[in-house]
């Protein structure tokens, strides 16, 4: 089940916290539950990416993104991710959250998190690629910055995340459905 309780929680404290700039990094704190483990008692993968949603829905919240979907009645989606686990998160560990925005192109904006463990090891970092839609499809970023009132340019993409996107670009859309691409 989607954590509704947890993310209610952060939500509440990022409407109250500073507001974000739009490159700044919202940092969080969150907690290995037992209903987060799998069959091996950690963290299961999956669920690694819902509690990242507890830490970059509180960022767009920080950032003012949130109140501007709304207005727009736009939505936010995520259209790929790329996610990198290191070290084991186990029952009741601490997890300090890094969330920020990474660079932008014309159609997605790409999500920079990760999770460190209480000795300072990473435990995963993970990088999204998400667009804004409306009823039309997806809304170019320039149109956003401007609805945004943010001035910016995009930092340049480092060349990993350029690497990804290409390797996305050239992934096969709709994938085969077995041997045989026509069955």
């Known amino acids: 089940m989607y954590p509704f309780i947890r993310l209610s929680k952060d939500m509440y404290f990022a409407r109250r916290a ?3 700039g739009l490159l700044d990094t919202h940092v969080s704190h969150h907690l290995c539950l037992p209903w987060d483990l799998d069959l091996w008692m950690e963290l299961n993968n999956g669920r690694t990416l819902t509690i990242y949603d507890l830490g970059r829905i509180p960022l767009a919240e920080r950032a003012g993104l949130i109140g501007l979907l709304r207005q727009q009645r736009w939505g936010l989606t995520i259209a790929g991710s790329v996610v990198r686990y290191r070290r084991r998160v186990r029952l009741f560990n601490k997890v300090r959250m890094l969330s920020r925005v990474l660079c932008w192109d014309k159609r997605f904006v790409y999500i920079e998190q990760s999770m460190w463990l209480k000795n300072g090891e990473c435990a995963s970092h993970a990088v999204y690629r998400s ?23 995009s930092p340049d ?27």
């Open 131 to 153: 667009a804004i839609t409306d009823i039309n499809g997806i809304v170019t970023t320039d149109r956003i910055m401007q609805a945004w009132e943010q001035d910016a340019s």
């Open 157 to 183: 993409m480092p060349d990993w995340v350029a690497k990804w996107v290409e390797a996305e670009d050239l992934r096969p859309w709709p994938p085969m459905q077995g041997a045989d691409p026509a069955a």
């Open 18 to 20: 500073p507001r974000l």
